[in-house]
């Protein structure tokens, strides 16, 4: 079961990105304020559970939540910054958009840009401990996919639809045979994942 908040006394905002080890496409964050005593018993790190339950998940989190917001980079900001300033980035503005202001920010890893003056804690695999971040999870993973099933439509031969834009192999087969698009991110990120890959 996952907590229900890090504090008693402060208005906590859960913060998570999705689409960090891409290829293309942009990385999406979510920052989620829930009530104190918040319980859902299905909530939990988005990578564990199905696409069914995640969107079941999101509407009942958008549903519930006393505020959340999105944050959206470029892959040609990514490329720009570099993809870890990126996911900083992402939940930057995904706070900046949330009427309620948080007294403290739940960050699923080990590092952050400071937000202001805001106070942050550092959770490593925060997103499978604490229901602010589980949700958080939810909402830029489902996000982030809606935004790369729109794009398969423009550049079907990628799979987008089936793989997101993570490095399968059908994924780096298109790119080795139609090349990259104006989605793909042209920086080191993507050299590496090509040579890891093949």
Not at 98 to 105: D, F, G, H, V, Y
Not at 184 to 189: A, K, P, Y
């Amino acid at each position: 079961m996952l907590s229900t908040s890090y504090s008693d006394k402060y208005i906590e905002a859960g913060c998570d990105e999705a689409g960090r080890g891409c290829l293309a496409g942009p990385v999406v964050a979510a920052a989620v304020i829930l009530p104190k005593d918040y319980c859902n018993p299905l909530l939990d790190d988005s990578k564990k559970i199905s696409e069914k339950l995640r969107n079941i998940l999101k509407a009942q989190i958008m549903n519930d939540a006393l505020d959340y917001a999105i944050g959206i980079v470029s892959n040609k900001e990514i490329d720009k910054i570099n993809i870890l300033n990126a996911s900083f980035l992402a939940m930057h503005r995904a706070i900046d958009k949330l009427k309620i202001a948080p007294e403290l920010l739940l960050i699923d890893g080990n590092r952050f840009n400071k937000y202001k003056n805001i106070p942050h804690h550092c959770i490593v695999k925060g997103d499978g401990k604490y229901l602010s971040i589980a949700a958080a999870s939810i909402l830029a993973k489902t996000y982030r996919d809606k935004i790369m099933v729109d794009l398969a439509e423009e550049f079907p031969q990628y799979e987008w639809d089936k793989n997101k834009a993570y490095a399968t192999k059908k994924h780096i087969a298109a790119i080795q045979k139609f090349g990259q698009t104006k989605y793909h991110r042209r920086s080191f990120h993507l050299k590496n994942q090509l040579k890891l890959d093949l």
